[in-house]
């Protein structure tokens, strides 16, 4: 007698899971996985590290989202989201693989919808000075714009608001330009990550020794004004804003630029800001001697850069 062959029971239907795709755990595994572990599930859910798009696409519906300015992760479920410093990719992706679980290969590749760029401080503050029209409020906001939070400037004077405008236009003009980007090239291995500081309190410098070039005011009496009209808009400001200006007359910090012994204090300042802000050593004061060695060739590009910023800003 033959076997009877059992009865075929229908295959019960499944309803849709967005999230299926995400829970295939090692199976679906190629180059890494992302554990982005919602407060809300018990069981990770683990990200494809396939191909940028796939990777991107499976983040977005796993949780992650674009950060704002700032640099953060941001992935649903996380208390407090890590800060980056995206001048240096190898370290954040690092730290993006501590603190979810992802390899470095595959935490690269997520750095694009993870993070947002997080602009450098800036430092080139007699650039920016050197540039702007004669008017007190439009000078102090050039230097403000580094130092105050977007959402205190509501309360600024429009002329301290203009400077404010007009320094981040510099900003990207200088950003865009060959001669600057030659100039951050030539900046090497183990300060290339600070590249763009670096070269922005370097220009300053070069304007001091380009002074008579470029600029028909001596530098002294361009400096004191600068102190005078900051002493006079400092009571008109915000306590913050106030003190500041204050002391940037009071102290004079346009001197730094004038020789080494300014540079390095300078450069000592940004760094001990960084290691707070990082949690790390950053020995940028060490490479001024090699740029200074170089001082010819960052010349050379400053005097093609400059001459170009100041017909854009007053073009502005």
Known sequence: MGREAAPAHPRPARHHDPHRRLRRGRRARRGGELDLRPHEHRHPRRVRAGLPRRLRAAAARAGARAAVPGARLLVRGARRAPRLPLHDEGAAAARVADVRGLDARGARDLLPLLTAPQPPPRVNWLVHL???????????????????????????????????????????????????????????????????????????????????????????????????????????????????????????????????????????????????????????????PVLLADADAFLEEFDEFFPALQRAAAAD
């Open 130 to 288: 050197a540039v702007a029209p004669a008017d007190a409020e439009h000078r102090v906001g050039q230097v403000l714009a580094d130092v105050l939070h977007p959402r205190d400037r509501a309360g600024l004077g429009a002329g301290v608001q203009r400077g404010v405008a007009s320094h981040i236009a510099i900003d990207r003009f200088t950003d865009r330009h060959a001669a600057v980007a030659r100039s951050r090239a030539r900046v090497r291995a183990p300060w290339r990550r600070y590249a763009g500081i670096l070269v922005d309190v370097l220009y300053g410098h070069l304007l001091v020794r380009r002074w008579d070039t470029h600029l028909a005011e001596p530098f002294e009496r361009f400096g004191d004004a600068i102190y005078a009209e900051f002493l006079s808009v400092s009571p008109a400001l915000p306590a913050d804003a106030a003190a500041f200006t204050r002391r940037f007359a009071e102290e004079r910090w346009l001197e730094a630029y004038r020789d080494e012994a300014g540079l390095r204090r300078l450069l000592r300042g940004i760094a001990g800001r960084l290691e707070r802000r990082f949690g790390r050593a950053v020995p940028m004061a060490e490479a001024l």
